[in-house]
Each structure stands twice: as structure tokens, then as C-alpha cells.
């Protein structure tokens, strides 16, 4: 009999991971295999945990908080464009023997969003937030060809520091992407993505009415098992046409690691339900 192909999520803390599930249910979907766990890592323990895990033949593993900038640390000689534009790493694996990264939440976000129905190209995106995961989605988000990318955040130098670091990088989209501030948002979005983490200390963000265009969606990363964030009760109120939460960037995001590790691309759709239906039901 063979032995399943061995795969992990290491953080700290863990508990709360759906990633076991998350790539049970596509390596179901893929007739594969495998065994997922979810490892609990000291926090001054993650690189020789790393290291441990692929010398015992460990395939692939998922990094979450707050470990994804050390993962990138570690794989820094073999990073993908969008680790590297992330400048964080949820994704490893090994190849020819060498530590491979990459980060996978940014095109989770947009391939969630596609399955929404809605088309990025041309669109107005204004991105609230210029944190880790913010900086995770700019890459991923300026590739749909987008007309626009506004980032705003509370602290204005952050927004501007990100912006200013990716246009070194990305010096074409420098008629796309701009930084500024909350109080400087004017005019009407296409799509407003909330990267903040407001919606988890149950704040509303200060925005001004009239955000939305008619044909219009609110995104929160932050995910609730009833879709239903005081960001997208504000989006709904203010007439987003359509408001969603970040449980489908979740799945998206596996779905992407799933393909890296196993070169099959699974359908997440039915993983999301099934998701959705376990945080309904607790
Ligand atoms: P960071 O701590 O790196 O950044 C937090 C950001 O939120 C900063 O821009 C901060 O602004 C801003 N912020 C925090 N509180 C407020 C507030 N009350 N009002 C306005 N702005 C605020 O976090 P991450 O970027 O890593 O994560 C952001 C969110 O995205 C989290 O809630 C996380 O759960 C979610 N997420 C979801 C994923 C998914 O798969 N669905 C994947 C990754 C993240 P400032 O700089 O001024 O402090």
C-alpha cells in the first residue's frame, strides 16, 4: 500500500485552520491520496520546523500568521512574481531540492471574485487597507487590467510607502495605481475591496455615501458564516449591488496551492458550499 503523499499548514495559532478540510475535500474531488494536518509552531521554532517536515518527506506546505514573511525569508532564492510582490510566502514546496514560495491569496481574491460573474478589466477598484493582505492582492488585481487602483488606508504614509515600493517593481501601472486617504475618496467604484481588519473588531469604515456605481460589488476579506460583515452592511446600505465576504478567497487560495503541489485544478465551487454549510451549522 502506499503511503499518502504528506502535507501541512503550520501557524500560531492553528486551531481555528480550515485548510485540513479545505484540501481533503478537493484531493477527494481529484481522486488523490493525501494527509493534511495542522501543526502548532513556536513561534521561534518555524525554520528548523520547515526544514524538519520536508527532510521527513513532507510535500508542501501552507503558512498562515504569523508566519508568511519569514516563509518568504526562507524560500527567498526561489520566489514567484507574486510571492515576490506579496513580499509574504503561504505556499512551499520543494524542487530539484530547493525551497520554492509562493503566495496564493491574491488570485484566491480575484479568481472569487470571477466566480461572481463579474469582469475586472477596465473596472475602478478602490482597495481600503495597506496591510499584508492588501499588499498580497495589488499584483493579482493590476493583471485583470483594471482602469484603476486606488489604496487608501488609516495610516497614509502606509499606503503611500506600498505604493511607492510596488511601482519600483511594476513602473507600467503607474497611471493605474495611486495611494491616499480615507477622507480623500471621492467619486464613484466599480468595486470597493475592504483588506482591512475593521469588520473584525466590528467597526464601520469611514466612507462617504454615494461609493458605489450601479453595477457594483462590496468585498470583505473578512469572512462570516452569513455573509454579513458591518463593511458589506454598509456597502448594501450605501447600494453595492453585489456584497461579499472572504470565504471564497479562502478556498480560491487553496484551490491555487492544490494546482502547485498536484498540477490538477479542482472546481472550488462545491468546497466553498460545503465550507459555508459548516460555518452555518458550527
Ligand atoms: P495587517 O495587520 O497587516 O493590516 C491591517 C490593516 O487594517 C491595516 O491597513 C490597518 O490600518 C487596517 N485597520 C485595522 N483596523 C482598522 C480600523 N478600525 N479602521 C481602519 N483601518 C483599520 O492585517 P492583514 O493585512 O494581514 O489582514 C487584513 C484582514 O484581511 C484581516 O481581517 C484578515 O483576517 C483578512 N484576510 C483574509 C484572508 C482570506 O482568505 N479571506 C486572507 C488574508 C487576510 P493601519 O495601517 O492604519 O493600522
Known sequence: MNTPLHFAVMGNP??????????????KQAGLDIHYEKVLVPIEEFEPAVQTFFEQGGKGLNITVPFKLRAY???KANLSPRAQSAGSVNTLWMEDGNLHGCNTDGIGMVNDIQRQGIDLKNKKILLLGAGGAARGVI??????GCRQLLI??????KASELVAQCLTGLPQYADVLSAGSFE??????????????SSLQQNALPL????FTTNS???????TPENDTPFLQQARKDGATVASDGLGMLVYQGAESFFI?????????????????????G
Not at 492553528?14 to 484531493?27: G, Q, V
Not at 460589488?217 to 469572512?223: G, N, T
Request: no cysteine.
Open 14 to 27: 492553528i486551531k481555528h485552520s480550515y485548510s485540513p478540510l479545505l484540501h481533503a475535500l478537493f484531493a
Open 73 to 75: 525569508e526562507l524560500a
Open 139 to 144: 499584483l493579482p488585481l493590476l493583471e485583470t
Open 152 to 157: 487608501v488606508n488609516r495610516t497614509v504614509t
Open 184 to 197: 480623500q475618496i471621492q467619486d464613484q467604484w466599480d468595486i470597493v475591496i475592504n483588506a482591512t481588519s
Open 208 to 211: 462617504p455615501v454615494g461609493l
Open 217 to 223: 460589488l462590496a468585498y470583505d476579506m473578512v469572512y
Open 261 to 281: 503541489w498536484h498540477h490538477v485544478r479542482v472546481n472550488p465551487v462545491p468546497v466553498l458550499d460545503a465550507l459555508r454549510q459548516q460555518l452555518v451549522t
